[in-house]
Nanobody, 123 residues
Framework: QVQLVESGGGLVQPGGSLRLSCAAS????????MGWYRQAPGKQRELVAT???????NYADSVKGRFTISRDNARNTVYLEMNSLKPENTAVYYC?????????????????WGQGTLVTVSS
């Protein structure tokens, strides 16, 4: 069984910063792309940022220059550093990963989601 566990969400004032973490655990053979998505109340889930196994990154236009995605392959963990937060960044943030999962005879490639962590930006 493989799972992603997010942490680091919470309440922050406008202009503040938060750092989200997402750790993958289980019978992991390989981790390809990892990313962060968010879903605000009443809205669809949207891409925030992704990072490939070669550290190539991609950001939503609305977060460029304020958010930074990074990963620690030794810890199977992806991070999202969020600065200059705005009220409109309030959402549940979800971690996503494309994983190779080791089975008894072969490797299965899966897309896995975390349970989400709530970020609230409010004064």
């Amino acid at each position: 069984q493989v799972q992603l566990v997010e942490s680091g969400g919470g309440l922050v004032q406008p202009g503040g910063s938060l750092r989200l973490s997402c750790a993958a655990s289980g019978s992991i053979f390989s981790i390809n792309a990892m990313g962060w998505y968010r879903q605000a109340p009443g809205k669809q889930r949207e891409l925030v940022a992704t990072i490939t196994s070669s550290d190539s990154t991609n950001y939503a236009d609305s977060v460029k220059g304020r958010f930074t995605i990074s990963r620690d392959n030794a810890r199977n963990t992806v991070y999202l550093e969020m600065n200059s937060l705005k009220p409109e960044n309030t959402a549940v943030y979800y971690c996503n990963a494309d994983l190779g999962v080791a089975g008894p005879k072969d490797v299965a490639y899966l897309e896995v989601w975390g349970q989400g962590t709530l970020v609230t930006v409010s004064s």
